[in-house]
């Protein structure tokens, strides 16, 4: 455990919590209920207990996941917007030896990057991929995002999404679980004690399957953006349990380790 | 030697390519300087087919040409196309077996040669460009007969294919003996 | 007799950069490039520690160079001009974020789909930084299959030395035709200049950071800033040309590449003719070779600029020389290229 950040200094008290080694003590700037900062700290952990700290190259792009490489001390490539998956594939066949994540949004991921998303899930790309699924663009002001719910208001969808002009909410989870490729794809939320603890389990599991050279791992995980939303963050986890997992169930899609 | 250029032109299939790479690897092989340029696109997938081989003492600057020293015409577009445009004294090789024989100008050195009736004989109708190249190398005072056939046999080595040199070299004497 | 090839343009390009250390190499097949792309697929395997990868698109392929660069590594892409434009958003994000990387444009006829004749088109995209911000690319335009190689083999020193994107810009008849080719040597690993500020995972440093991007207008200055002082470096230490008789001749044309040797069989033409024209190829079209043209343009009243597009270099050419020298051009556009013969009856008109 990290001694970086500790409350309480004294010399016969044992500290219980702290800052994984992987990070630093810069502020997140996240607002307020957002879950990108729990998902970041688990991917530290989960690089502490793995021991991994020194072998890792991390890959983020732009919207809310822009900063990764302020948070962690690690090294960290800041890829074009939706192009993670191909840059994450170009460090990894350059260093093979070496533990390369991609942490991607939603627009990222299932819209401006699908075709180098998928396609590095069906190369079986020994990679891990954080997909973190809010339902919209965060960062540049709460636009539709492919993953946008039905009737879902946005500030392109004032109206709410209709399927009609707009098609329906992206499932590229299961999509990517009908490859051959992929080996681990997973659908996480980050809300509750025990919902974090198990998405900690899928986040250490996608980095040991690329350790043990088992191909790629796709971990999707359902984040809260109350500000977007338009939500306190309580009435936002209460949107992520009540409407977001309607469409987007949680749990192990495909398991192949 | 000087600049020494041949356009090469048939269907797709006739070995146009080929023989024209083996032109400029027989050039090479004498140290000479040489390029080859094919005709590339849609048209090596069954459409006509043509390429030039240059063959040089000095350096060549371009590699395509206004007026060939020769032509290797193998089906009656090639010689439509470029027939016109040999230079003055310069040599067309006609495939009779397909082409009609030239008319139009007086001043070039037509070989008329029935490729496919040649390489039928052979029993292998993939080396009529061999048969052709034979021919070409009997009107061209700087490149011997043995010269081209040494370029083949580098060629189709390099090529993995050395199990065809014996036919084509059968089809380069052909070719040269068949030449008038 | 020395050691030669008869090898392709796109053959001898790839066998090159393979020489050169390149072992990642990453592209998507497009016409007049294909056999870059196929003589990769066979001979980047056999060599130690080589990635060849098929990419998913034109995108793919220069992101994966983009991941392959952040980790240090020698590597390449290839395409032809409609791949090029298709790369440009990445070509964008290797300046801004200071990587060597090496990309090939075989140009072909445009806009659009265009054809895929020989074309160069391109050169605005090329010297002019073709996608969004401000930045220049080392252009590099061969003439001669050999010269292909050479550039090619050069192109990742330079690319490492200053920390840039290279670029090839050759055009389908120099991709296609075959010339002998003198390969180079081997480059050994320790030849290669070590790169502390790679992402390879942090060991016994600080993390390493790789990215384009600064908030607040100062630090993404300094950034700019700083990479202009490499240009001005490279503008003062790598630029290359040849001229080809410009002691006295009655007048200059002024080519790059395919057009350039081209002109070279002009001047032979020209020369049975009692006529002596001079050649100056920009061998870096970018940085542009203007001083040494500027000097060249006292010589003589016209330096007549030739090129396979509507006329591009000329404006180069025309910021180049001094004011009273006349600055006219001969293009051929669409994929057609032009003879000896067409380029000495353009000649004409000025002599």
């Avoid at chain 1, 995980?221 to 986890?237: M, Q």
């Avoid at chain 3, 090329?126 to 090619?152: C, F, M, N, Q, W």
């Amino acid at each position: 455990m990290s001694d970086k950040v500790t409350s309480v200094k004294k010399k016969d008290m044992t500290k219980v919590v702290g800052r994984p080694d992987s990070m630093n003590d810069t502020q997140f700037s996240y607002c307020p209920g957002c879950h990108h900062g729990i998902i970041n700290r688990l991917i530290g952990e989960a690089i502490d207990e793995l021991g991994i700290q020194e072998e890792t190259i991390g890959t983020a792009p732009v919207g809310c996941s822009v900063f990764l490489y302020k948070w962690f001390d690690i090294d960290v490539v800041q890829p074009p917007h939706g192009r993670v998956s191909a840059v994450a594939t170009g460090i990894k066949r350059a260093k093979p030896k070496k533990t390369v994540f991609a942490y991607q949004g939603d627009g990222d991921f299932a819209s401006i990057g699908t075709n180098n998303s998928v396609h590095a899930a069906n190369r079986g790309e020994n990679i891990t991929v954080f997909f973190i699924n809010n339902t919209l663009y965060g960062m540049t002001g709460g636009e539709m995002a492919p993953t946008t719910l039905i009737g879902q208001k946005t500030t392109t969808t004032p109206g709410g999404r209709k399927a009609k002009d707009f098609g329906y909410p992206i499932k590229m989870s299961e999509m990517l679980a009908r490859l051959d490729g992929p080996t681990y794809i997973t659908r996480q939320a980050v809300y509750d004690v025990p919902r974090i603890k198990s998405a900690k389990r899928a986040i250490v599991k996608g980095f040991k399957n690329q350790i043990e050279e088992k191909g790629y791992s796709l971990i999707e995980i359902l984040s809260a953006c109350p500000i977007n939303w338009g939500l306190d963050p309580v009435e936002a986890v209460e949107r992520i349990k009540s409407e977001v997992e309607t469409v987007y169930p949680l749990g192990d899609i495909i398991d192949r380790g | 030697m000087r600049e020494y250029s041949t356009v090469i032109s048939g269907f797709g299939g006739q070995g146009v390519i080929l023989a024209g790479k083996i032109l400029a690897r027989t050039g090479m092989e004498r140290g000479l300087e040489v390029t080859w340029l094919p005709s590339y696109g849609p048209e090596m997938r069954g459409g006509t087919a043509n390429c030039t081989a240059i063959i040089s003492s000095k350096l060549i600057g371009s590699p395509i040409v206004d007026s060939p020293s020769a032509l290797i015409a193998m089906n009656p577009p090639s010689l439509d196309k470029f027939e016109t445009r040999v230079q003055e004294n310069g040599l067309i090789v006609v495939n009779s077996s397909l082409v009609d024989e030239p008319k139009g100008r007086d001043n070039i050195k037509v070989v008329n040669v029935p490729l496919n009736e040649i390489a039928k004989e052979i029993g292998n109708q993939k080396v009529i460009n061999m048969v052709a190249l034979g021919a070409w190398a009997k009107f061209v005072e700087e490149i011997s007969l043995q010269d081209v056939i040494k370029g083949m046999e580098m060629t189709l080595t390099d090529m993995g294919k050395e199990r065809f040199i014996g036919s084509n070299r059968e089809a380069l004497e052909k070719g040269f003996g068949h030449a008038e | 007799m020395v050691d030669k090839q008869l090898m392709r343009g796109n053959e001898a390009i790839a066998e090159s950069a393979i020489r050169a250390g390149c072992r990642n190499y990453f592209a998507y097949p497009i016409t007049p490039q294909a056999e870059l792309l196929q003589w990769m697929a066979v001979h980047m395997p056999e060599a130690e520690g080589g990635t060849f990868l098929q990419a998913e698109s034109e995108i793919g392929a220069i992101n994966m160079v983009y991941g392959a660069a952040s980790a240090g590594e020698r590597t390449m892409t290839s395409s032809s001009s409609p791949g090029v434009s298709l790369k440009q958003e990445g070509i964008s994000y290797l300046a801004g974020a200071d990587l060597p990387a090496v990309v090939v444009n075989i140009m072909r006829g445009g806009p659009g789909l265009g054809n895929i004749q020989p074309a160069q088109g391109d050169y605005f995209q090329a010297t002019k930084g073709g996608g969004h911000g401000d930045y220049r690319i080392i252009t590099l335009a061969p003439s001669t299959v050999p010269e292909a190689s050479r550039l090619t083999y050069d192109a990742f020193d330079l690319a490492d030395a200053y920390r840039t994107p290279v670029m090839i810009l050759a055009d389908g008849m120099i991709g296609q035709m075959m010339e002998p080719v003198e390969l180079p040597e081997r480059k050994p690993p320790e030849e290669i200049p070590p790169k502390p500020w790679a992402t390879t995972g942090a060991k016994g440093r600080e993390g390493n950071v790789i990215k384009s991007f600064a908030l607040g207008g100062e630090n993404l200055k300094a950034m700019n800033v700083a990479r202009f002082e490499r240009y001005e470096k490279i503008e003062e230490k790598e630029v290359r040309y040849e001229e080809v008789n410009t002691d006295n001749p009655d007048i200059i044309l002024a080519a790059f590449g395919t057009v350039a040797r081209i002109v070279k069989s002009t001047i032979r033409l020209a020369e049975e003719e009692g006529l002596e024209i001079g050649l100056f190829r920009p061998v870096t079209v970018w940085p542009f070779p203007a001083a040494r043209l500027n000097e060249l343009s006292a010589e003589v009243d016209t330096v007549l600029t030739v090129e396979m597009n509507a006329g591009q270099m000329v404006e180069d050419v025309k910021l180049a020389v001094r004011p009273e020298t006349e600055t006219p051009f001969y293009g051929e556009v669409g994929g057609v290229v032009p003879t000896p013969g067409n380029i000495l009856e353009e000649v004409k008109k000025y002599v």
